[in-house]
């Protein structure tokens, strides 16, 4: 702690008290926006602490953080990679950007900051401030600045100049929270990228999470092909988290646990490991919340872990031994699954025997669930690609009779009742009317735009201009004979 | 040179060929200087816009006929700038606005409200209420026609309403009240022959009765399509021949080309291909209604008589739905798929007799 508080600005009355520590500990988690992670003198302080006011302390989560490079989830190589790149970047006084892409949980910013620390180099990471001041008289809102040009000032004041209580003189800029001024306009984006590279001497380094939507992937829309080859962004994508990685940085939790925080939590059993690790999806932060969540002992009533997990047998048929591993089923990560993983999932139903009755191995209800928030346009998808994947004709009059009566049941869209069950109908008639799938490989299609292309009354210059011709008509009455008219005059 | 169908449009209440009786109660109607909001419903090519500029004509004198194309422009509350085409007069205005989609209420509120707020100016003979024609009410969004019932009252002292639909089935019963609604019928084969015949004489060709009674049938009681098979034949062959040929629709012969492939093959393969002739058909403009009865009528004809009753309730579920449904596509699948089911195992059963 002594090495903090010595770079500290100014020192509040309260700090002076070592023995006050929910306080402190309140203002650390504040001020941490512009700071290096340090973790290890938090822990020292939280095993003074009392049980209770650890529960209320507001970074719990922090003292399961990394401490050196080692105990990053990370796959070696990754980090090596990152590690050349922040070696490179920051021994010249050139302005280098990287950009660091994955899913999240992943551990993208950990391992910046596990690397600046093990370098010595000090990070600097923006926060997209609130610029709204308080209402003025009249009740409008109004801007202080525009937040690109709050963005360029802060990025290259932090590029450039030192803290005169700093004695590092390597620097790096950390940005992983854009301002949404970027993700409407792109152009600004750029703009403020050809300052940084003219007058910034210290490197980048943006961090952007992927996620299944498109509409919001930062690094999709801000960072395109183009504007990585322009400015030379150095781009290395993360996978998430391998199982083996979660279980190792989840056994150096446990071991710390044993260690330090025997007095509030219970000693995760490896089963219990195994659980976590399951639930997670390779998400090494909410594989941690998890443990934390599942091995907490009760500060009021028992919390006893075993309510909490409830077990799911999930066959692995690969291995020789038919091996049972459970999973959380209140906690942990939703599996998100994209549009044509779900349109794979329905035509291509899986049925498998359970206790001698036969069961999807996708309930349909699971499969709604993730597509809840746009039923028409996945059942749009199933449409068109449904016809492929039935060989009688008998069948696909079942499937088709339940696709339109989804259709009837979603055009109701002011009832969210309607919507989940047309969605249901649509998906449960698909997956049960198919008895004699065929097996083939068939691309998926988008489908069709269906935008009607009525005739124009230009295209017919024998038709009374000051007539007030209507789409449908044109295109059912007067286009075949206009065309044979038309052609003998 | 103008099309016979718009040359020879009736401008008087009094020449139109037939509904004559419905013309004359027209004619009283107006005579009383005021009218109600009216509801004109009938099949497609049956003359109710004829009417319809019959009686503006009646009311307002030859200026209705000196009319101007304009695009107005409206704005959504969401801010989309949405526009739409206007034929107007000093009298009256008219618009089809189910041209814009589901922004259709807008187009409604905002117009009928322009139109009304400016009070015609006072010249004599005039009346003191201006008119706006709105067509295809039956396909407004239910948010249109909710819009419509509360601008009908508001407005009444300076605008007066002419809705035109195929069927009012679709419109909301509260605006069904508000209006006079007045049906015409689509004329019979006979009528339709005998204007062809008419309009041939104006034209000063001769033609064969025979010859004027296959296209009336072959118009499907539509007198516009009538006079336009008329014209593309004389186009085709003058002088005529009771015997020539007379040119059907393309989107019939497409119709008819998909009943056959339905018919020669009963498989999900076959399936895929006919849905791909259905989108081609609905992209083009054939409404979704259109191809189903076509279809039907198509199908049919290779069916026995307990098969026709099964495939027709079908037909008339799925077209339904249609209607309900915003997907025309899946019902008209659907109904392809239940058709070529039946049809498949009747050609099965039929098959085991013979054996």
């Known amino acids: 702690m002594s090495n903090k508080k010595e770079r500290m600005w100014f020192k509040p009355t309260f700090d002076f008290d070592q023995c006050d520590p929910p306080k402190k500990s309140k203002e650390q988690a504040i001020s941490t926006s512009v700071s290096t992670t340090v973790s290890t003198d938090k822990e020292s302080i939280h095993s003074k602490i009392n049980n209770i006011n650890n529960i209320h302390h507001k970074s719990w989560m922090k003292k399961f953080d990394p401490v050196t490079v080692q105990d990053l989830a990370i796959h070696n190589k990754k980090v090596q990679d990152v590690e050349e790149w922040i070696n490179d970047s920051c021994s010249s006084n050139h302005s280098h950007m990287l950009l660091l892409t994955g899913p999240v949980g992943c551990g993208k910013t950990a391992t910046i900051h596990m690397l600046a620390k093990k370098h010595n180099i000090k990070v600097t990471e923006w926060i997209t401030p609130i610029d709204i001041e308080i209402p003025s008289e009249n009740g409008e809102f109004e801007f202080r600045e525009k937040q690109s040009t709050k963005f360029m000032d802060f990025i290259l004041k932090a590029a450039n100049f030192t803290s005169l209580l700093d004695d590092n003189t390597k620097k790096l800029v950390l940005v992983e929270d854009f301002p949404n001024t970027f993700l409407r306009s792109p152009s600004e984006f750029t703009e403020v990228l050809h300052q940084y590279k003219r007058r910034a001497k210290s490197p980048v380094v943006f961090i952007c999470s992927d996620t299944h939507t498109d509409s919001k992937n930062t690094a999709g829309s801000l960072f395109t092909f183009s504007l990585q080859e322009e400015f030379e962004i150095h781009h290395i994508v993360f996978n998430s988290v391998s199982v083996t990685g979660l279980r190792s940085a989840l056994k150096r939790v446990s071991e710390l646990i044993s260690k330090k925080y025997i007095s509030f939590y219970d000693i995760p059993t490896s089963d219990m490991i195994e659980c976590v690790v399951n639930s997670s999806a390779g998400d090494i932060r909410s594989a941690v919340l998890n443990l934390h969540f599942a091995c907490l002992k009760g500060s009021k009533c028992d919390l006893e872990t075993s309510s909490v997990i409830i077990k799911e047998t999930k066959s692995k048929a690969s291995k020789k031994k038919k091996q049972t591993s459970s999973k959380f089923l209140s906690l942990g990560k939703d599996q998100t699954v994209s549009i044509l993983h779900g349109v794979g999932r329905v035509l291509n139903p899986k049925v498998i025997m359970d206790n001698n009755c036969q069961r999807l191995s996708y309930a349909p209800s699971d499969v709604i669930e993730q597509f809840l928030s746009h039923p028409s346009s996945f059942v749009n998808f199933l449409a068109e690609n449904y016809l492929p994947h039935f060989s009688s004709i008998d069948h696909v009059d079942k499937a088709a009779s339940a696709l339109s009566d989804a259709d009837f049941m979603l055009a109701e869209w002011r009832e969210k009742i309607c919507q989940e069950n047309g969605l249901y109908v649509a998906v449960a008639g698909l997956m049960l009317s198919n008895k004699a799938p065929v097996s083939a490989w068939n691309p998926v299609r988008g489908p069709k735009n269906m935008k009607i292309i009525y005739p124009s009354p230009r295209e017919f210059p024998a038709l009374d201009q000051n007539y007030l011709h209507k789409g449908r008509v044109l295109a059912i009455d007067y286009k075949t004979y206009l065309h044979i008219i038309g052609s003998n005059v | ?355």
């Open chain 2, 1 to 355: 040179m103008s099309l016979w169908v718009d040359k020879h449009r009736p401008k008087d209440l009094m020449k139109l060929d037939y509904h004559k009786e419905q013309a004359g109660r027209l004619k009283n109607l107006v005579q009383q200087s005021d009218f109600p909001h009216l509801l004109v419903y009938g099949p497609s090519g049956a003359g109710k816009k004829t009417r319809i500029m019959c009686l503006l004509r009646e009311l307002y004198g030859s200026g209705v006929e000196r009319l101007r194309q304009e695009t107005m422009n409206f704005t959504t509350p969401s801010n989309k700038k949405i526009e739409i085409m206007t034929v107007s007069s000093n009298y009256h205005i008219e618009v089809n606005p189910t041209d814009v989609g589901i922004h259709d209420r807008v187009v409604i509120m905002d117009l009928v409200k322009n139109v009304a707020q400016t009070h015609q100016i006072d010249s004599s003979g005039q009346r003191e209420f201006k008119v706006v024609i709105l067509n295809e009410v039956d396909d407004l969004t239910k948010d249109a026609q909710h819009a419509l019932r509360r601008t009908m009252e508001k407005y009444v002292a300076t605008c007066r309403l002419i809705l035109i639909a195929n069927s009012i089935s679709r419109v909301i019963p509260a605006i069904r009240s508000r209006c006079l609604t007045i049906r015409v019928p689509a004329p019979t084969e006979n009528e339709i022959a005998s204007v062809l015949h008419v309009v041939c004489k104006k034209e000063g060709l001769n033609l064969p009765s025979e010859l004027a009674m296959r296209i009336a049938k072959c118009s499907g009681r539509n007198l516009r399509r009538a006079l336009l098979m008329c014209e593309a034949c004389k186009v085709q062959q003058y002088p005529f021949t009771s015997d020539q040929k007379v040119p059907e629709p393309d989107w019939q012969l497409f119709i008819k080309e998909t009943a056959s492939m339905i018919l020669s093959e009963q498989s999900p393969k076959k399936l895929g291909e006919v849905r791909q002739k259905l989108y081609e058909l609905i992209i083009h403009g054939v409404p979704p209604d259109v191809v189903f009865s076509g279809l039907l009528c198509e199908l049919v004809k290779n069916c026995d008589m307990a098969m026709k009753c099964q495939v027709a309730s079908h037909a008339a579920t799925y077209e339904h739905r249609m209607r309900l449904g915003n997907k025309a596509i899946f019902h008209l699948e659907a109904f392809v798929a239940k058709f070529m089911a039946i049809y498949k195992k009747f050609m099965e059963e039929s098959l085991g007799d013979v054996f």
